[in-house]
Each structure stands twice: as structure tokens, then as C-alpha cells.
């Protein structure tokens, strides 16, 4: 969810209110490791549906009846530091029945290890066990546990993920299992008949009904490449990584999040990766180990009237170039700086965030043809897309040098994407900082998740290996001097 771009998953709910539908908790103080699967394995048996006359009938019991078995329970756990407090020398102990241990200042911080718990949902694609489920319900755990309609209970191991789309792949050992036929998601129309199968709230498996309305959803800040099936069929917490199914029972989505108000529930708009994508995703999961998304390499802009006006557009569809990334595919085409892309590949663009998903859904080294508008006149230009930054770049400080200022900081380099999210200048240099321990000295200096870093003790920083080099020849025990970004305005730090 992008408008809490730094923050994790689970009960999270941002500025726009969108909730990913997870449910978690906390118990305990330890956590097993889950395996690796290896790359290689045979292909799974996937069945592909083709559309007959709709169910009809009195209901859809029979066709619940043949897809509930295929969808299970997730249930996770991880370990994450909270941050407790230890009581100061010399305060009385019986204080804490009236104030616990957060007695005001001077108290030491001290991160503790918690099992996080969480429940989501997940389908199975395959009689060999492959599951599909999303990122969020599995990111970061140590313990992944399946329960089947059967009531067993098997331990799943990650095949691969794919944090863009929000879809994982999972395995199961065992053969025979029951499971669901794939339909063609591009087929979906407004209108149709859905029905939405999980364990909202872990209550239970549970079934509801509703229609598609609407395709193609994006630009909801919920995942960086959406394209979204949205229906009204009731899903909450814990539907996550369950089955959107059609009238006849075939696989069309994965349910991922809601529109939740302030309830936290349903509120008659939810949102499912279409198995079209979800299907992709498991195929170079399976056959490559990680899914490579096309990457142009441009800060695009929806088009205004204004802007369409001042370009000499006729129209406000399409997607303006804002920059183009130096060394990236778009700088090595003839793709310029203002000017508006309309089409790729024959398809319309209507939006920045349309433009997005097409080239982020779209093979690494893939051609794309685009059709774009400049001073007024319509050319078209091939591209050669290149593969998007993959998190590898994401460095943090070395965590076993506890003298280092900076531990317990985690940053990324600085993309047009995230620039856009968190609507900075084009021209903004530096690294975003990802995550910082609330324990960190980092953390009581006020540096915070969002911050924009573009210097360490005036060495200019403008990406993970730049800012690396410029902490590890900190002096110790000095204070390492920060030029921060933040929401458009600079500041210093002292760490």
C-alpha cells in the first residue's frame, strides 16, 4: 500500500483507506525456518477453462461444493522487534501497576524478539500442491502452515514472489490434491457473477456472492503494478490469497484488498489480482526462480487539459514523460522528455499508472512499440525494454558493527516511482530510507522512513553503494552528519 509506503503489511490501512487482508497477532517468542524449494522441478499440471452456459439453478451450492475444497488456510509466523522499555535505577518497581514501563524520559529502549501470528487464505492450482496466495500473507515468515478443507494440516514451503503484483507461489508435498481450473481474466466483463471464497477474520471458510464492477483498477496506491478486478462481493481481513471465482466455478482472481471506510470491513469494494497476471507470475516463478518485469526507465505524468494545451495535444489521455532516467531503455531509444505516450503495442494509454502496469507486465528485453505525441505530431518508436531494479540494491548497514551510528537503518535507491510516490521533484538525488529501528540512534536523531538522504557528513550520495561507502569511512565514535529530504524541504541530522 503505497501511501504507507514504508510501513509492513498485515492490519494496515492507508490515507485512502485501503486495507490488504491480512490478521495478525502476536504470540510467543520463537519461530521455526521454512525450506527452499529448488528451481527445475517438474511443471505442475495446470487445467485451463473454457465458458459454457452460466450455472443457473437454484444457487451456486454445487459449485461451492467443487471449489471449496481447493482453497485453504495460511497461517504464519515471523519474529519482529518491539521496542520495551527498561525501567531506570533507582524507580520503585511497584510504579508499573500505574504506569508500566514507560515512565517518561531518560528510559532505555530495548528491542525484544515477538512471534508475529498471521492467518490469510490461499488456492490451490495443481494436484502436485502448488498453491497460489499474496506477497503479504507470507512476506518474512519463518513458518508457513496450510490447512486443507479436510481439516490437514502441511507444512508449505515458498517457491518464489513477486512483491509488485503481490502474488507468491507456494508448495505443498503430496500429489492428488483438489484443484481449480483457471479462466481467461481478460474475459471478465463488468456484470459478472463472482463469488469470493476465504477466512475472513480465521472464522472459517466462507463463502459470498457479487458481481465484477469493474476491470482493469489502478492507480489505488495499493501495489506498484495493478490491474485490478474490483467486485462488491463481501471479502475482509484474512480473505487475503483466496479465490474470485466465476459462475462455474473457474478460477479468475486473488482476492488482495478492500476499500474498508473506517470500519476495517467490507464495504462492497474489493480488489483481486486477475489470474491472468497471478498465472504469469507462477510461470517465470517456476521456470526462471523471480518474475522480471519490463522496465522504460521514465517518471511519467498523467495528462492534464493544461498540459495537453501546452503540448500541443488535442487529448488528455496518455502518459507525459517527465524524465527519463539517465542509462535506462527510454534514454537509449529516441523516447524525449515531453512527449506523450498514447499507445503501446497497439493498446491505448489512458494514464501514468496505466502506462505502468502495461510495461511492468510486459517480459524484460520485450519490444515495445510505442505510439507518442510530439509538438503536436503522432510518431512511433520501438523500445527495447531492460529488466526493473530488482531489491538485491537494497542494502542496510552492516548490523554486526553495533558501533556504527547508522545500524538498525535500512535505505533503497532513489526511482522515479518512488520519487513520484512521495511527490518530490524529478530531480531529487539521494536514498529513500526504507526502514529505521525504533532502538536506533537513527531513530532518536528523527530520521525517519520516507526521508530522503542525499548526504553523509557532505559527501554527496545518489545511490545504496554511494551512501554504503560514504558510512563505512565515518570516523567511530563521531557523529555522522545527514542531509535530509523530507517532503520537499531539507534538513541536517546529527547521528
Do not use: C
Not at 173 to 182: A, R
Not at 297 to 315: C, H, R, Y
Not at 396 to 413: I, K, Y
Request: aromatic residues 4%.
Amino acid at each position: 500500500m503505497r501511501s504507507e509506503f514504508f510501513k509492513g503489511r498485515g492490519w494496515l490501512s492507508t490515507a485512502s483507506l485501503v486495507t490488504v487482508l491480512g490478521v495478525t497477532g502476536f504470540y510467543g517468542l520463537r519461530a521455526a525456518t521454512t525450506g527452499s524449494l529448488p528451481f527445475g522441478n517438474p511443471a505442475p499440471t495446470i487445467k485451463m477453462a473454457s465458458r459454457s452456459e452460466a450455472a443457473g439453478g437454484r444457487g451456486y451450492s454445487l459449485v461451492v461444493k467443487r471449489v471449496v475444497p481447493a482453497v485453504v488456510n495460511i497461517s504464519t509466523s515471523k519474529v519482529v522487534k518491539q521496542t520495551a522499555f527498561e525501567m531506570p535505577q533507582g524507580v520503585d518497581p511497584s510504579l508499573r501497576q500505574f504506569f508500566g514501563d514507560g515512565l517518561g524520559q531518560g528510559l532505555n529502549q530495548q528491542p525484544q524478539e515477538q512471534n508475529e501470528k498471521a492467518l490469510g487464505s490461499g488456492v490451490i492450482v495443481s494436484p502436485e500442491g502448488y498453491i497460489l496466495t499474496n506477497n503479504h500473507v507470507v512476506d518474512g515468515a519463518k513458518d508457513i502452515t496450510v490447512t486443507l478443507h479436510d481439516k490437514r494440516e502441511m507444512k508449505a514451503r515458498v517457491v518464489g514472489t513477486d512483491p509488485r503484483t503481490d502474488i507468491a507461489v507456494l508448495k505443498i508435498d503430496g500429489s492428488n490434491f483438489p484443484s481449480l481450473m483457471l479462466a481467461d481474466s481478460s474475459k471478465v466483463e463488468i456484470g459478472d457473477i463472482v463469488l469470493a471464497i476465504g477466512d475472513p477474520f480465521g472464522v472459517g471458510q466462507t463463502v459470498t456472492a457479487g458481481i465484477v464492477s469493474a476491470t482493469g483498477r489502478s492507480g489505488l496506491g495499493i501495489e506498484p503494478l495493478e490491474d485490478f478486478i474490483q467486485t462488491d462481493a463481501p471479502i475482509n481481513p484474512g480473505n487475503s490469497g483466496g479465490a474470485l471465482v466465476d459462475d462455474e466455478g473457474h478460477l479468475v482472481g486473488i482476492n488482495t484488498a478492500i476499500l474498508s471506510g473506517n470500519s476495517g470491513g467490507s464495504q462492497g469494494i474489493g480488489f483481486a489480482v486477475p489470474i491472468n497476471m497471478a498465472r504469469h507470475d507462477m510461470e517465470e516463478i517456476l521456470a526462471h526462480g523471480k518474475v522480471a518485469h519490463g522496465y522504460l526507465g521514465i517518471l511519467p505524468q498523467d495528462v492534464t487539459p493544461a498540459l495537453a494545451k501546452a503540448f500541443n495535444s488535442s487529448e488528455t489521455n496518455g502518459a507525459l514523460v517527465g524524465e527519463v532516467t539517465p542509462n535506462s531503455p527510454a534514454a537509449h531509444s529516441d523516447l524525449k522528455q515531453g512527449d506523450i505516450i498514447v499507445a503501446v503495442n497497439g493498446k491505448p494509454v489512458t494514464d501514468a499508472s496505466q502506462l505502468r502496469s502495461t510495461i511492468g507486465m510486459m517480459d524484460a528485453n520485450a519490444t515495445a512499440m510505442l505510439k507518442v505525441m510530439r509538438n503536436g505530431k503522432m510518431q512511433e518508436m520501438s523500445v527495447t525494454l531492460g529488466e526493473f531494479p530488482s531489491k538485491e540494491e537494497r542494502a542496510s548497514v552492516d548490523s554486526a558493527n553495533s558501533d556504527n551510528s547508522l545500524q538498525g537503518v535500512t535505505v533503497e535507491n532513489l526511482t522515479p516511482e518512488t520519487t513520484q510516490e512521495l511527490k518530490l521533484p524529478a530531480t531529487t538525488q539521494g536514498v529513500v530510507v526504507d526502514k529505521v529501528s525504533p532502538a536506533s540512534h537513527a531513530a532518536d536523531a528523527g530520521l525517519q522512513a520516507g526521508d530522503v538522504i542525499q548526504q553523509v557528513n557532505h559527501q554527496s550520495v545518489t545511490n545504496v553503494k554511494d551512501y554504503n561507502q560514504a558510512v563505512s569511512s565515518s570516523k567511530k565514535d563521531e557523529p555522522v552528519l545527514l542531509l535530509v529530504d523530507r517532503n520537499g524541504n531539507t534538513m541536517f541530522l546529527a547521528v
